[in-house]
C-alpha cells in the first residue's frame, strides 16, 4: 500500500509512481473531510497549479473532489505561483487553499501543499489530521466519489478565478518601481521556466528576462535557484554587464540572486541585506525568526538592532507558525524563502527579489557592495550545504553517532551541541548541521565558517562519519 507522507512542505511524489491522479484525490478527500469543519468553510477554498507537467489536470482534479464535498471551490484558470494562491486565500477571505507544485523538485516529480486561511502554510497540527486522514482512506481502499466538473460548474461549487491580475496589482502597491527605474540599474531576471513566466513582464518590462515561458519539463534542470543550475544566467551577467541578477525558482516563493561580477548569492546573505534595509532605511519593527540552518549572521544583526530572534526547525511552515502570533520583520530559511510581515505569511521570490532591487535603486550600492558590507560589519562567512545520497543503514548509524556526540570534526574541537533540528555542532569559528531526511537515504550537510577551508573540512568531516 502507497504511504503518504507530508514533508517539510507538502506532499511530495514522482508523477506516475506515487503521485497519481489516484492518490492526489485521496489526499484532496482528507482535506475536504477535515476543512469542512472549519467555522469559515462556508467562504470555500482556493485551488490552483504550477507551470509542471500535468499540473493543471491535477488541480482540477483535487478541486472536484472538494467541490463533491458541498464546498466551494475558487479555482485558478490558468498557471500560478505559491505566493498568487496564498494571496488569493487572504483576498478572497476564504478557510483554506491547495497548491499543486513540486516547489523546486526535478520536473518528473509533483506535489501538493496545504494553505491555510492566513495564506501561509497550514500548521503542522492541521497537517497531522490530514496526514491521519489520509492513512484511513488510502486503507480503507475505496475511491472518492466524484460529480462531473461540468455538474459542480452549474450548481456554482467550482468558480474560475485570476489569481495573476490581483497578485500584479498588489505588487504594484508595496514595491517604488519608479525608484527602480529611475536608478537606471540593468536587470535581469531567470525565471527558470516556473510559475512566474509574464510576471515580470506586467510588473517591471524593463528587466531582461530568460526562460520566461511555460516549458513543463524545465528543459530538464530542476527548478531550484542554486549556482550549479544558473550557468548559462551567470555567464549571461558578465557578458551583458548586468548589475545584478534575480531568479526564482519552480513556484517562484524562492529567490536567489547574482551580483555584477557573477557570484551566486544565496539567502544566507540576502536576508541580512534586506534585513538591513528594512531596519535601518525603512525604520521598521519587529521580531526575526530563522530556521537553524540560517547564519549566525542574522543573530548578530539582532543582538545590534535590539529585536527579538527565533531560531526554529528547517521548513517554512515553522517560522509561519511565528508569523501568525506576531508581528514578524522578517523570516526565512537558507533554502532560498523569506517571508515579511509587510506582505504575506508565505515565501515569495518575487516580492523579495523586487524589493532587494528597491534597496540597490534607492541606496546606489551595487549588490556585490552590498554583500561587501554585511561582511565588513559581522565578519565574511563562507557556506555550503550537500545533500548526501547513502543507504538507509547508514542514514541511521551517522544520525546514532550524532546522538551519542562528537568531541572532534576533522582537527577541530565540538565545543557545544545543539538539537533543535538533527544536530548542530559549534566549533570555534563556524558550525556544521546534520539532518536526516524523513522521506529518503538522504543526509542533509551544512557548513559555515569564516574561512572556506574551515567549511570544506567540516562537511568532508560529516561526509566521513
Not at 242 to 262: C, K, Q, S, W
Not at 312 to 334: A, D, N, S
Request: charged share 30%; net charge positive; hydrophobic share 40%.
Amino acid at each position: 500500500m502507497t504511504k503518504i507522507k507530508f514533508g517539510t512542505d507538502g506532499w511530495r511524489g514522482i508523477i506516475a509512481e506515487d503521485y497519481t491522479f489516484e492518490n492526489v484525490e485521496k489526499v484532496a478527500l482528507a482535506f475536504a473531510q477535515y476543512y469542512k469543519k472549519h467555522p469559515k468553510i462556508e467562504r470555500g477554498v482556493v485551488v490552483g497549479g504550477d507551470a509542471r507537467f500535468g499540473s493543471q489536470d491535477f488541480a482540477e482534479r483535487a478541486a472536484q473532489v472538494i467541490a463533491s464535498q458541498g464546498i466551494k471551490v475558487a479555482l485558478a484558470d490558468g498557471v500560478v505561483s505559491t505566493p498568487m494562491l496564498s494571496l488569493g486565500i487572504i483576498k478572497k477571505r476564504a478557510a483554506a487553499g491547495v497548491m499543486i507544485t513540486a516547489s523546486h523538485n526535478p520536473p518528473q516529480w509533483n506535489g501538493f501543499k496545504i494553505k491555510a486561511e492566513f495564506g501561509g502554510s497550514a500548521l503542522m497540527k492541521d497537517i497531522k489530521k490530514i496526514e491521519a486522514r489520509v492513512a484511513k482512506i488510502l486503507e480503507s481502499g475505496k475511491a472518492p466519489k466524484i460529480k462531473p466538473m461540468d455538474q459542480l460548474r452549474k450548481e456554482g461549487l467550482i468558480r474560475d478565478a485570476d489569481l495573476r491580475k490581483p497578485y500584479v496589482n498588489d505588487i504594484t502597491k508595496k514595491i517604488d518601481f519608479s525608484a527602480i527605474k529611475k536608478s537606471g540599474l540593468k536587470i535581469a531576471y531567470d525565471v527558470m521556466y516556473g510559475a512566474a513566466f509574464g510576471v515580470m513582464d506586467m510588473l517591471y518590462p524593463d528587466a531582461t528576462m530568460i526562460h520566461n515561458e511555460h516549458n513543463p519539463g524545465f528543459k530538464g534542470i530542476a527548478p531550484e535557484p542554486l549556482a550549479k543550475n544558473l550557468q548559462e544566467f551567470i555567464q549571461l551577467i558578465i557578458k551583458e554587464k548586468f548589475d545584478y541578477g534575480l531568479v526564482t525558482d519552480g513556484d517562484a516563493d524562492r529567490l536567489g540572486a547574482v551580483d555584477d561580477h557573477g557570484n551566486y548569492i544565496s539567502t544566507q546573505l540576502i536576508i541580512p541585506i534586506l534585513l538591513k534595509y528594512l531596519v535601518e532605511e525603512k525604520k521598521q519593527k519587529g521580531s526575526v525568526v530563522k530556521t537553524v540552518s540560517v547564519s549566525d549572521i542574522v543573530t548578530k544583526m539582532c543582538e545590534k538592532y535590539g529585536l527579538k530572534l527565533y531560531e526554529k526547525p528547517v521548513g517554512f511552515k515553522y517560522v509561519t507558525e511565528i508569523m501568525v502570533k506576531e508581528k514578524v520583520l522578517i523570516g526565512g530559511e537558507e533554502s532560498g524563502g523569506v517571508g515579511m510581515a509587510v506582505h504575506i505569511p508565505e515565501r515569495d521570490g518575487i516580492y523579495n527579489g523586487l524589493l532587494l532591487a528597491e534597496y540597490l535603486a534607492k541606496s546606489g550600492k551595487t549588490l556585490s557592495e552590498a554583500v561587501q558590507e554585511i561582511y565588513d560589519e559581522y565578519g565574511k562567512v563562507y557556506y555550503d550545504r550537500i545533500d548526501m545520497r547513502t543507504t538507509e543503514k547508514n542514514k541511521n548509524a551517522i544520525m546514532a553517532k550524532c546522538e551519542k556526540g562528537l568531541k572532534t570534526l576533522g582537527s577541530h574541537e565540538v565545543l557545544s551541541t545543539e538539537t533543535k533540528d538533527g544536530y548542530k555542532f559549534r566549533v570555534d569559528g563556524g558550525w556544521l548541521l546534520i539532518r536526516a531526511s524523513g522521506t529518503e537515504p538522504i543526509l542533509r550537510l551544512y557548513a559555515e565558517a569564516d574561512s572556506r577551508a574551515k567549511m570544506q573540512a567540516l562537511l568532508k568531516a560529516a561526509q566521513e562519519l
